[in-house]
C-alpha cells in the first residue's frame, strides 16, 4: 500500500534550521513529482515547494525561496524539505505529496514550530 512518512519535524528558534525528511513507499517513486505543503492552525493548506521527477526542476512559494531547498533521491525513495532561516511564520504542520497526473498521495504530516 501507498505510504508517504514525514519526519524531522520539531521546534526551533528563530533564524534555525530543520530538515524534514519524506519516506515514500507502495509507488513507482521516480516517476512522481514531489512536494511539501504546509497548513497552519486557521489557514488553508499551502504549497511550499515541489520538484520533478529527475530532481533539476524545482518550485517555491515566494515567501520561502532562498531559505528553503527541496531534493529528492530516488534510489532511496525519499524527498527532502531543507529549511534555513526560520521564522514563527513558518510554523505549520508540513505534509509531504506525490502527484502524478490526477494522483495524489498525501503523508500524515509533521509539526514545525519556530518560537522563542
Known amino acids: 500500500q501507498v505510504q508517504l512518512v514525514e519526519s524531522g519535524g520539531g521546534l526551533v528558534q528563530p533564524g534555525g534550521s530543520l530538515r524534514l525528511s519524506c519516506a515514500a513507499s507502495?509507488?513507482?517513486?521516480?516517476?512522481?513529482?514531489m512536494g511539501w505543503y504546509r497548513q497552519a492552525p486557521g489557514k488553508e493548506r499551502e504549497r511550499v515547494a515541489v520538484?520533478?521527477?529527475?530532481?533539476?526542476?524545482?518550485i517555491y512559494v515566494d515567501s520561502v525561496k532562498g531559505r528553503f531547498t527541496i531534493s529528492r533521491d530516488n534510489a532511496k525513495n525519499m524527498v527532502y524539505l531543507q529549511m534555513n532561516g526560520l521564522k514563527p511564520e513558518d510554523t505549520a504542520i508540513y505534509y509531504c505529496?506525490?502527484?502524478?497526473?490526477?494522483?495524489?498521495?498525501w503523508g500524515q504530516g509533521t509539526q514545525v514550530t519556530v518560537s522563542s
Open positions: 505529496n506525490a502527484f502524478k497526473y490526477s494522483t495524489n498521495y
Open positions: 520538484i520533478y521527477t529527475t530532481g533539476s526542476s524545482t
Open positions: 507502495g509507488f513507482t517513486f521516480s516517476s512522481y513529482a
